[in-house]
């Protein structure tokens, strides 16, 4: 499990295959038929999603007993195949996207996301606007989910754009790169944690290095390419939350005037799970085998479904409190950040079952023979390609990366912690890949911007496409820098 120490993730194992049902024996299959299981299986999901429009959940679910049984398992053994992996998949990251989904809420309803995007652009100049509003989506969006984030976000970029006259597009895409740049590449979302826990990573480590990979993704797709898309597609702000000017000035100073937490604690807040989780992560690095006290303090409060509960706790006396929220209101926000998530939840844990199906059956060794003797630079392009291809296919970053992360299973375990966790952020570059038509963000961003088909594929595809294609360069160059 990705929150437990590598000590304690041998014995829950141990703990879960003697309490689990073992799947019943199957028949040894040949590897053209494993292929042809893995090869159905993909496009069953495929064609469920993209032709009939079935729910990613039921497509994955119907994917994951396809496969097993083309493969060559027994019904049941198929079935019981999915439930174990679904229920291990939900234990670990169902509750981290659920305490994230809290945390997340709390921010929003608190006010804290608003100090925080008031106080970052009121006191920038309008030339360094583009690169603090990739920062205030990147701020926004490490707590945040993507569409949750950009409906924040959409008020903020319509009013920055008329007060500063600069074009919509040098506004928009910088805060939507680092809305993106953080989905796909960095936990506590819910792509990445679903990687990390399929392949095994180090969440810390992985986290270092999601971050680190992020910087020249929102650099390069956001306030770089922004100049570009700017010429490229000169539209106008959108009426939405437009009037007179002295409706701008009343928006405005009704923000101002609300009673929210202060800048400093709304951003300690959400910076105290990183820092929680890094430090884990570094004394693991540092101290592997220490048995010292304060280790153990510091692996305990690290462990992620610890340090998302600290910053959901913290938050009730950092975000609820000074932004005037009682107990009535606290527990309105967190029971309300339950009931979007329901849907990703199920797309996840669905994730987990069709990756145990294709460990069961043997399929994931079959690929893992074709890549011998890759190196480690080969399996992150293999990595990366995979997860595009399903992202193009189906229009979802969440199926891409954990059916990608499935097939990449086997691959993961000769790899050192390092690449396991590049690994996960190869995956995570190609589920960001050219968003299209069968993408809801691809219509969230262009009806929330007034924008037709043709202009949304030349400023959010495009803008996709480099983060995608960035993120990777970035991880293939640290591969290189460690001797991947």
Avoid at 96 to 125: C, E, Q
Avoid at 206 to 215: K, Q, R
Wanted: hydrophobic share 55%; glycine share 10%.
């Amino acid at each position: 499990m990705i929150t437990l120490p590598a000590s304690a993730l041998r014995v829950a194992a141990a703990v879960s295959a003697a309490a689990a049902p073992a799947p019943a024996p199957h028949p040894a299959s040949s590897e053209p038929q494993l292929i042809l299981a893995a090869v159905v299986g993909v496009a069953v999901i495929v064609v469920l999603i993209t032709w009939l429009r079935i729910h990613p959940f039921l497509s994955l679910l119907l994917g994951s007993l396809v496969t097993g049984l083309v493969a060559g398992m027994a019904a049941d053994a198929a079935t019981t195949s999915f439930i174990t992996g679904f229920g291990a998949t939900e234990g670990s990251v169902g509750i981290l996207i659920a305490l994230g989904a809290m945390y997340g809420k709390l921010l929003a309803d608190s006010g804290g996301a608003d100090r925080i995007v008031d106080t970052l652009v009121s006191r920038t100049s309008v030339r360094a606007l583009p690169w603090v509003m990739g920062l205030v989506g990147a701020i926004i969006g490490l707590p945040m989910f993507f569409e949750i984030g950009l409906v924040l976000l959409i008020p903020v970029i319509i009013l920055v754009t008329r007060r500063s006259k600069l074009p919509l597009m040098r506004v928009a895409l910088p805060a939507i790169a680092g809305l993106s740049a953080m989905h796909g590449l960095v936990p506590p979302h819910p792509g990445p944690l679903v990687a990390i826990g399929a392949l095994g990573a180090n969440l810390g480590v992985t986290l270092a290095f999601g971050v680190l990979v992020a910087i020249p993704v929102i650099i390069l797709a956001g306030p770089v390419f922004s100049r570009f898309a700017a010429k490229w597609v000169p539209v106008d702000v959108p009426g939405l939350f437009l009037g007179t000017e002295g409706d701008d000035a009343d928006a405005m100073n009704a923000a101002a005037d609300r009673k929210r937490p202060s800048f400093a604690l709304a951003l300690i807040s959400i910076l105290l799970p990183v820092v929680l989780m890094l430090g884990k992560a570094l004394v693991d690095i540092t101290a592997p085998k220490s048995t010292a006290e304060w280790k153990t303090i510091l692996d305990f409060l690290g462990t992620p479904a610890i340090a998302l509960t600290i910053a959901v706790l913290a938050g009730f006396f950092l975000l609820g409190l000074p932004g005037g929220m009682n107990r009535k209101s606290l527990q309105a926000s967190l029971t309300s950040s339950l009931p979007p998530i329901a849907g990703i939840l199920l797309i996840v844990g669905a994730g987990g079952g069709f990756k145990q199906v294709l460990v069961d059956t043997g399929i994931g060794q079959v690929i893992a023979s074709f890549a011998h003797g890759s190196s480690g630079i080969g399996i992150l392009l293999l990595a990366w390609f995979i997860a595009a291809l399903i992202r193009v296919a189906t229009g979802s970053a969440t199926v891409a990366t954990v059916t990608a992360a499935g097939i990449m299973v086997p691959l993961a375990a000769h790899l050192s912690t390092p690449m396991v966790s590049l690994l996960v952020l190869a995956i995570g570059s190609g589920s960001l890949f050219l968003s299209h038509v069968n993408d809801a963000g691809f219509w969230l961003v262009k009806e929330y911007l007034g924008l037709s088909i043709p202009q949304t594929l030349k400023s959010w595809t495009v803008l996709e496409c480099i983060a995608s294609v960035v993120g990777l360069a970035g991880t293939l160059v640290i591969a290189l820098v460690i001797g991947g």
